[in-house]
């Protein structure tokens, strides 16, 4: 939870260091920006979930082999695909801020950003793979470790870049892509210390071609549900972005929010994701039925936790955040669907930690694609008069059609018995 909850930190000191200049178009920027990333980066979401599922499993099984062998392929591939997005850098961008709907001063502010942000693709993506193995080996002062230290050193940047040296939204990016290479080393040097000190790196853990398609083919499911979350996201961010500059950066703002709850929720879930995957490895079932039931209790306290703060302190923290008049008027109009935020989203955040552990991705995949075409398009549809309200409404509605379609999954699945009847996915780690 400590790790999780430095990330949506550091979004808001970006938007505390770009809320309080002279225009709120360089928080616009950014939030477009930041959002395209979103995108194209947690479309390789499955670096991170799918590893993490299957080390928790090889965990259980305590086959050393196994897990040195998944974390090695998954950081090739996450080397491969990250340098691939730098070489399609122009079409990415462009198509991307394209559909994002903002104005001509915005876009060019976003674009400036993104030719900057984009070459911190292989860290990133490296970064994933990194923290799902080592929260799957439930080692997570690792993950601890290496968020602290990049948003750290992103805080530090972002003040010299932006308000000393005035670089605007573009030292934001600068900062970012930094930071983020710093954390990879640092999670590349605490994964070599937890290697077996018996295991030698060999041609067999490269493995073969057939070795990667299959790491690909166990997290096909995580990869459609990850684009529909971010596409509902961007959708959302697009549709503040016609309502005007103002809409979008107090929609920034808010979503910031949304941010932190979500990430500090995923504590529970990440763990939830580890000592799921290791029971079920064990195939031992009260321990599996007791994870459930602590991180069910313990992630409740902290939704109460979350409603409490932005309830109390909603409105202080914005004023903190931004000094631009407007925006802090219209963001204080809109936080009351913030409140209404953890409880609704918290079963889905919980939920999705026990399916990734038991590697039961379809599921999530399937749920995710009703919430978003059964629910959140036709509630934004039905909602268009009601403006901004309409979106939150929206989002709203997406978080608790996930839970509610992924709770009566579980229902069944624990009713049938059929956590541990199914057996284990192919992994594409072979000693052969």
């Known amino acids: 939870m400590l790790t999780n909850i430095t ?14 200049l002279e225009s709120p178009e360089y928080l616009g920027a950014v939030a477009i920006g930041g959002n395209l990333f979103s995108i194209l980066y947690w479309t390789f979401g499955f670096m991170r979930m799918g590893t993490t599922g299957l080390a928790a499993q090889a965990f259980g099984r305590r086959d050393a082999f196994a897990q040195s062998a998944l974390l090695v392929r998954s950081l090739l591939m996450a080397t491969a695909i990250g340098l691939g997005l730098i ?25 400036e950003y993104a030719s900057i942000r984009i070459w911190s693709a292989p860290a990133v993506l ?23 230290l990049a948003n750290s050193l992103n805080m530090v940047l972002d003040i010299l870049f932006v308000t000393v040296w005035g670089w605007n939204s573009q030292g934001v990016a600068v900062a970012t892509v930094m930071a983020e290479y710093s954390a990879t080393g640092l999670g590349l040097w605490l994964v070599w210390r937890r290697r077996p000190l018996d295991l030698r790196f060999d041609r067999q853990l490269l493995g073969v071609i057939a ?28 549709q503040g972005a016609q309502q005007g500059d103002t809409v979008l950066a107090a929609n920034a703002v808010l979503i910031t929010f949304l941010m932190l709850i979500s990430n500090g929720l995923d504590g529970f879930a990440n763990a939830a994701e580890a000592l799921v995957g290791e029971a079920i490895g064990q195939r031992h079932r009260e321990q599996f039925i007791e994870v459930c039931r602590t991180a069910l209790r313990w992630s409740l306290w902290g939704a109460l936790l979350f409603t409490f703060i932005f309830v109390v302190g909603g409105d202080l923290i914005i004023s903190l955040l931004t000094s631009i008049p407007e925006v802090v008027v219209t963001a204080k109009v809109y936080i009351p669907w913030i409140w209404a935020m953890p409880f609704a ?88």
């Open 211 to 238: 070795d990667y398609f299959a790491i690909l083919q166990v997290n096909r499911y995580i990869l459609v549900r990850t684009v529909l979350l971010l596409l509902s996201i961007a959708f959302f961010t697009a």
């Open 126 to 148: 490296c970064q994933y793979t990194l923290v799902g193995w080592l929260i799957g080996t439930q080692y997570p002062r690792g993950p601890m470790l290496m968020l602290i």
């Open 345 to 432: 989203a918290v079963w889905g955040f919980l939920l999705d930690g026990i399916f990734i552990g038991a590697t039961r991705t379809r599921d999530m995949q399937n749920t995710m694609l009703l919430a978003t075409i059964g629910v959140f398009l036709p509630v934004w549809w039905l909602t268009q008069s009601w403006g901004n309200h309409g979106l939150w409404f929206a989002m709203l509605s997406l978080m608790l059609a996930r839970a509610a379609g992924m709770g009566w999954l579980f229902f069944r699945h624990s009713r049938h018995d059929r956590w541990f009847t199914r057996s284990n996915p192919t992994t594409g780690i072979n000693q052969t």
């Open 7 to 20: 990330v949506p930190l550091l979004g808001l000191v970006d938007t505390a260091v770009l809320g309080h």
């Open 87 to 111: 070489l399609l850098q122009q079409p990415l961008i462009r198509i991307g801020l394209s559909l994002m709907g903002a104005s001509e001063d915005v876009t060019r502010l976003a674009s």
